[in-house]
C-alpha cells in the first residue's frame, strides 16, 4: 500500500488540471505546491486596492458556448465549468508599430482580418489571401497530424503542412509579402512563444493564429487566479488534497523506478506514480539522483536552452482607461522589424524603443477588473535572465528601478498620460519570476521554443518508469497547452492504473 | 510522431543536424545544480540565520538588537523594509515583525529596534530574555514600506509616532550615508521627550544636513521644552512645511496615530492614496470595529477543527492564526497585519470576522480563503491548512 496512487509537484496549470482530472477519476491524489497559492504563473497579488493579474493577457482556446474550444470541454470534464466565466474580448490585439506611431488593430475573424489589410495593403491583396489561407491549412495539418493523429497522415494528404510547417515564420512571411509593416503585424503573436520569426517554427505561429481567430482571446473573471482556484475547489471537492508551502525535494527511487516524494521538511510520501510540474532540468538535476538520469534524457537537455523571462510592470491607475490612454486591452509596442535586434534586445538589461513590448489593460475587458474609476495594466517585455543574474544584489532594486523608468519611457511614447495616474507600481524582473516560480533564468516558458525542440522532436517520454512530466517543459508554453498537457498526462496514467 | 513521417516534411535533414550539433555542444545543467536557489537566496531568502551582536538601550523602554547573520551574508533591503523574526516563548512559536533601523549601506547587520507592549509576548521576550550571542531566526526582508522612484517626490513628509519611527531612521541614515538627493521632513509625535527614540541621533543630522529636517512633536512637555507641542496637527505640519505640493507623504505608528492623523492630512487636502502607509500588526480591540456583531462578545470561546482531525477552543477576539500558534499549529506568516497573504488557509465552514478592506484576492474570498492573521472566530470553525 502506498500514502497516495499519484503525487503531483507543482500546482501551476498543467499540475492543477492533472490532479482534477486524476480525482474525478477517483485517484487518491497529493498536490505538493512549494508557494502558498495556487496556480504558478496564473495568479495574481495585491497591492494597495488592486488584485494584479500576474500572466495572463489572452487566452486561447475556450471558444464559445455554440462553437465549443477544446478548454470547455476540458473545463467541462474536470468539473471547473461551472465555476468560471469567460470574458471574450473583442480584438485580436492592436500593433503599435513605433518608428512610425502607427495602429493597426485586427479582429479575431480571419475573414475580417483579410478585409482590414487588404484595405490597408493594396498591393497585396493577393498575397493576404493567398497566406491567411496557408495559415488554415497548416493549423488544421497541426491539429489533425500531430494531435488528432490521422492514421492516414502523409506529404500527400496534407502537402501545405509538410513543405512549411518546419519553415520559420520569417522565411514564409518573406515568401508572401513585400511590405515589412505587414509581415511584422501578422507576425507579431511570436511574443507569446517568445523567440522572433526568424527563428520561429512556422507552425507553431500558424497554428496559434489560427486558434485565436477561431476561439476570441479570452479572459476570466477574476483573472487567472480565478482559474487556479476553482481547479484546485475541484480537486479538493473530489476528495484529493493540496499542501501548500511545501516543496518537494527529493523524488524517491528504488530499483529505477519511481517509489515517492519527500518534502523539503523531511517527509517522505509514498506512492507508485510522480507528475513533475515542476521544471525539466529540476525535475531531473535537483529531484534526482545523477545515476537515476537515463542518459536519453541528459543528451535531450543538453540539445535545449531555457527561454525568456519577462521585465513587467504592474500598473494600477486612479483613472478610467481611456483617460490613461488605452483603446485596446492588448496592445504589442514594435519598435523595430529587425529579428536580430529583437533578439538582441531580449538579452539586455534595459527596455528602449526597439523591445518587443506588449501592454494589456484588463478593465477594457472586464470593466469591474479593478475598483471603479481605476484601471490596471500589466506592461511586458521580453527579457532572458543572463544580464539580472550579473547584477549585484547591493544594486539589484536600483536597477529594476532604472528599467522600470526606462519602460516607462517607452510607454510614454503612446500614453502620453500614463505617468500622471500610476497610484500603485510593482516590478517584476526575471529574477521575480526566478522567486515565484523557482524556474531557471526565471522562465515561464519552458524551453527556447525553437523548432528542434518541439514535441515533435522531444515527445514527453520520461524514461523512467513512474515519472511524468506535464506543463511548458515538456510542450507548448502559454496556458491552452499547459492545461491540457495535465489532463495528457494524467490520461496517461489513468490508463496505467487500468492495465 | 512516427519516423518515417517526420521525414516526409521539408526541411527534415536540416533540424536533425541542429539537433546533433546541439547535443555535442550544448549546456550541460547537471552542473547548475542549486543555482537557482542561490540567485534567489542572494536577494529574497526565506530564512535568515542570526545573532545577536550587540545590544543598544535607547530609552527605558526600548533597545537595539545588533543581528548578525550566522553565514556572514544579509541579503540588501530597501530602507523601510521589516523582517518577521520567529521565536519561541513559552513553548509557542510565533513570529513578529520588525523595521530594520539601521541603513541599508551597513551591510555587516541588521539592527532592529524594539519597544515594550505592555504584556506583550514578543517584545517583551526580546527586551528581557535575550542576550548578546543569542541566536534567533528571521525572514528576509519584506514589505513595500519604501522610497519608490516612480511613485514618490524627492521630498518626502514622515510623521512617525512611538516605535514608528524605526523605518525612517533607516530611510534618514542611507540619505545621510549615501549623500542621496533627497529631503525629509521628519515629524516625530510622542507623548515626553525621554520616550523618544533616537532623539540625540535625529537632532545631530537635523542640524548638520539640510536635507534633513526634524521636527519633534511633544504631548505634554516639561515648561522648558521649546518646540512643537501637543498632536501632529494640521496646522502642526501647515507650519512647518509652508507650501506641501511636490511632497510625498509617508505614516507608520500606532493604531491611534492613523486615526488621529490621517484625517489631518485630509484638511490639508492631501489625497489619501497617495500616502504610504504602514501596517500595524493585528488591529487592537477587534470588537469595536464597525461591522463586529454586537451579539458576539471578545470572550466567546468557539471550537476550531483542523484538517479534520484536531481541534481546539479559542476566543473570539483572539486572531485565528495567533490560536493555531498556541496550539502548535505554525502556519507560515510575515505581516501579521493582513496584508501580505502569506498566512492564507481556507475556512471550510463556520464564519469569521475578518476587517473590511482586508486585501484578499476576489477568487479567494469566493472559495473561502482567509488572511489567519486578522481573521477572528464568530463561529465554530471548520479549516483547511
Ligand atoms: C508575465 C507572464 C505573462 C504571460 N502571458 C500569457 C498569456 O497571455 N497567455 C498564455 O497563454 N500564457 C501566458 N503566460 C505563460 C503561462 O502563464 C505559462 O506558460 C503557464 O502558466 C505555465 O504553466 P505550468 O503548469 O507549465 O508551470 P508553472 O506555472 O511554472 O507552475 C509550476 C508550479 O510548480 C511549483 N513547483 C516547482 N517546483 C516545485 C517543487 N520542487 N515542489 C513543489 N512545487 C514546485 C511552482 O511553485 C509552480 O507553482 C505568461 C506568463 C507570465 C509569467
Ligand atoms: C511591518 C511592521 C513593522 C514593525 N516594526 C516594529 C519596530 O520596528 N519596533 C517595534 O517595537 N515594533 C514593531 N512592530 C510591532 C511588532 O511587530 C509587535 O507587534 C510588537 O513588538 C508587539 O508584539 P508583542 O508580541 O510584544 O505583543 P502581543 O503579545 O502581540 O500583543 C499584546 C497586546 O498588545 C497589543 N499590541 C500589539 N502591538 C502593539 C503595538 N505596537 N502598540 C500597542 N499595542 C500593541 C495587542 O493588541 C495586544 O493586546 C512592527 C509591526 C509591523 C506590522
Ligand atoms: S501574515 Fe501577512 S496577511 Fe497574514
Keep these: 500500500m502506498t500514502d497516495y496512487d499519484v503525487i503531483v509537484i507543482g500546482a501551476g496549470n498543467a499540475g492543477l488540471t492533472s490532479a482534477a482530472y486524476l480525482t474525478q477519476k477517483g485517484v487518491k491524489v497529493l498536490v505538493l505546491e512549494r508557494h502558498n497559492v495556487p496556480g504558478g504563473s496564473a495568479t495574481s497579488f495585491c497591492r494597495g486596492r488592486f488584485e494584479f493579474e500576474v500572466s495572463l493577457h489572452q487566452i486561447c482556446g475556450i471558444g464559445t458556448e455554440k462553437a465549443p474550444g477544446p478548454l470547455r470541454n476540458l473545463f467541462e470534464r474536470i468539473g471547473v465549468l461551472d465555476k468560471l466565466e469567460f470574458l471574450e474580448m473583442n480584438d485580436l490585439y492592436n500593433f503599435l508599430y513605433l518608428p512610425e506611431k502607427r495602429s493597426i488593430t485586427l479582429p479575431p475573424d480571419i475573414g475580417e482580418i483579410a478585409a482590414l489589410l487588404q484595405g490597408l495593403f493594396p498591393k497585396e491583396k493577393e498575397a493576404i489571401k493567398a497566406y491567411l489561407e496557408l495559415v488554415t491549412k497548416v493549423a488544421y495539418g497541426v491539429i489533425s497530424v500531430q494531435y488528432l493523429q490521422d492514421p492516414d497522415a502523409s506529404k500527400d494528404k496534407y502537402p501545405e503542412y509538410f513543405k512549411y510547417a518546419l519553415k520559420n515564420t520569417q522565411e514564409v512571411l518573406d515568401r508572401f509579402f513585400k511590405d515589412p509593416i505587414l509581415k511584422s503585424v501578422l507576425g507579431a503573436y511570436w511574443g507569446y512563444l517568445g523567440v522572433p520569426p526568424d527563428r520561429l517554427g512556422f507552425s507553431d505561429l500558424a497554428l496559434m493564429f489560427r486558434a485565436y481567430c477561431d476561439f476570441k482571446p479570452q479572459h476570466f473573471k477574476g483573472g487567472s487566479q480565478a482559474l487556479s482556484n476553482a481547479i484546485a475547489d475541484a480537486i479538493l471537492e473530489n476528495g484529493g488534497s493540496i499542501r501548500y508551502n511545501c516543496g518537494a525535494e527529493k523524488i524517491i527511487m528504488k530499483n529505477g523506478a519511481v517509489q515517492g516524494v519527500m518534502t523539503q521538511t523531511g517527509d517522505e510520501i509514498t506512492s507508485r506514480f510522480v507528475i513533475s510540474n515542476s521544471s525539466k532540468i529540476s525535475t531531473y538535476y535537483e529531484l534526482m539522483d545523477p545515476e537515476d538520469v537515463p542518459e536519453p534524457i541528459k543528451a535531450e537537455l543538453r540539445q535545449t536552452t531555457v527561454a525568456m523571462s519577462s521585465f513587467v510592470l504592474y500598473l494600477g491607475f486612479n483613472a478610467e482607461p481611456r483617460d490613461v490612454g488605452f483603446i485596446e486591452s492588448t496592445n504589442f509596442m514594435v519598435g523595430s522589424i529587425d529579428n536580430e535586434m529583437a533578439y538582441k534586445r531580449m538579452k539586455a538589461l534595459d527596455i528602449n524603443e526597439n523591445d518587443f513590448a506588449a501592454i494589456s489593460c484588463y478593465d477594457l475587458i472586464d470593466p469591474q477588473f479593478s475598483p471603479p474609476a481605476t484601471c490596471q495594466a500589466m506592461a511586458l517585455a521580453l527579457k532572458y535572465a543572463d544580464p539580472w543574474l550579473k547584477v549585484p544584489p547591493a544594486q539589484y532594486a536600483d536597477t529594476k528601478y532604472q528599467c522600470a523608468e526606462s519602460f516607462l519611457n517607452v510607454l510614454d511614447n503612446f500614453f502620453p498620460n500614463i505617468r500622471n495616474h500610476i497610484e500603485e507600481i510593482e516590478i517584476a524582473t526575471p529574477l521575480t519570476f526566478m522567486r515565484y516560480l523557482g524556474t531557471p533564468g526565471g522562465t515561464f516558458y519552458g524551453f527556447d521554443n525553437f523548432i528542434k525542440d518541439s514535441e515533435m522532436f522531444l515527445p514527453n517520454d520520461s524514461k523512467v518508469p513512474g515519472l511524468y512530466n506535464a506543463g511548458c517543459w515538456v510542450g507548448m508554453p502559454g496556458y491552452q497547452p499547459t492545461l491540457e498537457s495535465g489532463v495528457r498526462t494524467a490520461k496517461s496514467i489513468v490508463k496505467e492504473l487500468n492495465a | ?385
Design chain 2, 1 to 385: 510522431m512516427k519516423q518515417e513521417l517526420l521525414e516526409q516534411f521539408e526541411g527534415y535533414d536540416e533540424i536533425r543536424r541542429e539537433i546533433e550539433i546541439s547535443r555535442k555542444f550544448g549546456d550541460d545543467f547537471s552542473l547548475e545544480k542549486g543555482q537557482v536557489a542561490e540567485y534567489v537566496n542572494r536577494l529574497h531568502p526565506s530564512l535568515i540565520n542570526l545573532r545577536v551582536g550587540k545590544i543598544i538601550e535607547e530609552t527605558a523602554s526600548t533597545k537595539t538588537l545588533r543581528l548578525m547573520a550566522v553565514n556572514g551574508y544579509l541579503p540588501p533591503f530597501q530602507a523601510g523594509q521589516y523582517i518577521s523574526l520567529s521565536v519561541e516563548v513559552d513553548m509557542v512559536r510565533t513570529g513578529r515583525a520588525y523595521s530594520i533601523s539601521s541603513s541599508p549601506s551597513q551591510t555587516g547587520y541588521y539592527d532592529i529596534t524594539v519597544r515594550r507592549v505592555d504584556n506583550g509576548r514578543v517584545s517583551n521576550f526580546l527586551l528581557d530574555k535575550v542576550k548578546v550571542g543569542d541566536f534567533l531566526q528571521s525572514s528576509g526582508p519584506q514589505g513595500t514600506f519604501h522610497y519608490h522612484p516612480i511613485l514618490h517626490q524627492k521630498e518626502i513628509v514622515c510623521l512617525a509616532g512611538g516605535s514608528g519611527i524605526t523605518p525612517f531612521m533607516s530611510m534618514i541614515r542611507e540619505i545621510t550615508d549615501r549623500g542621496l538627493p533627497r529631503t525629509v521632513h521628519l515629524f516625530y509625535g510622542s507623548r515626553t521627550l525621554d520616550d523618544m527614540i533616537f532623539h540625540q541621533e535625529l537632532s545631530q543630522l537635523s542640524e548638520q544636513f539640510s536635507s534633513i529636517n526634524y521636527i519633534p512633536v511633544i504631548e505634554g512637555p516639561d515648561c522648558e521644552y521649546k518646540g512643537k507641542t501637543g498632536y501632529i496637527t494640521a496646522e502642526v505640519i501647515q507650519e512647518t512645511l509652508g507650501s506641501l505640493a511636490g511632497k510625498s507623504f509617508f505614516i507608520c505608528g500606532p493604531q491611534a496615530m492613523y486615526k488621529f492623523c490621517l484625517p489631518e492630512l485630509d484638511k490639508l487636502g492631501i489625497n489619501r492614496r497617495k500616502i504610504k502607509q504602514e501596517m500595524f500588526g493585528p488591529p487592537i480591540n477587534i470588537w469595536e470595529y464597525q461591522g463586529w456583531p454586537s451579539e458576539i462578545k471578545a470572550e466567546d470561546r468557539f471550537t476550531v477543527r483542523v484538517n479534520g482531525s484536531k481541534s481546539f477552543e479559542t476566543n473570539a477576539g483572539e486572531p485565528l492564526l495567533a490560536a493555531l500558534e498556541d496550539n502548535g499549529l505554525v502556519v507560515p506568516s510575515l505581516c501579521r497585519s493582513g496584508e501580505c497573504s502569506q498566512c492564507r488557509i481556507k475556512l471550510v465552514a463556520g464564519r469569521v470576522f475578518q476587517p473590511e478592506g482586508t486585501p484578499v484576492r476576489k477568487s479567494d474570498r469566493k472559495y473561502g480563503y482567509i488572511h489567519s492573521c486578522v481573521s477572528y472566530p464568530l463561529d465554530n470553525l471548520e479549516i483547511l491548512l
